[in-house]
């Protein structure tokens, strides 16, 4: 596990992430009550559970399904954020928006979210995974 993204928004739903050497697991996003225990959740989870395991039951996007990785228009706020410096403060990171296709031609959007939290560095992880997919095409 290289990593826990909490509150990211994947389709236009609340999802969190583990970001895995070898993909991405996409797994239902807390409620707005109970958000605030993502990073206990998804840790524990991580922790628990053998990769193969977490993928049967949750969505996952092995990074070898990827043929194509996109950066998108960041939300005008993801924006203003990111130029004032508040994203540091509110997120530990940057604003971020990607699409993926996968074999087959599904498409997935990922990007930050009001509410989007990183547990320790992983927006730097998450942007080398993101630079790493957009070099293959």
């Known amino acids: 596990m290289l990593g826990l993204v909490g509150n990211v928004v994947v389709d ?63 939300s005008t706020l993801g924006q203003v954020f990111t130029l004032i410096g508040g994203l540091r403060t509110i997120s530990g990171g940057t604003a971020f928006a990607f699409e993926l296709t996968l074999r087959g031609g599904a498409t997935i959007r990922n990007r930050w979210g009001m509410e989007t939290e990183f547990s320790g560095n992983p927006h730097i992880v998450l942007e080398r995974c993101i630079d790493a997919l957009a070099t293959r095409q």
């Open 12 to 74: 236009g739903e609340r999802r969190d992430l583990i970001i895995y050497n070898r993909g991405f697991v996409v797994l239902p996003g807390s409620s707005r009550i109970q958000r605030r225990a993502w990073e206990s959740r998804l840790s524990t989870i991580a922790e628990s559970y053998r990769l193969d395991e977490i993928a049967s039951a949750a969505r996952y996007i092995p990074f070898d399904d990827v043929v194509r990785c996109v950066r998108t228009r960041r």
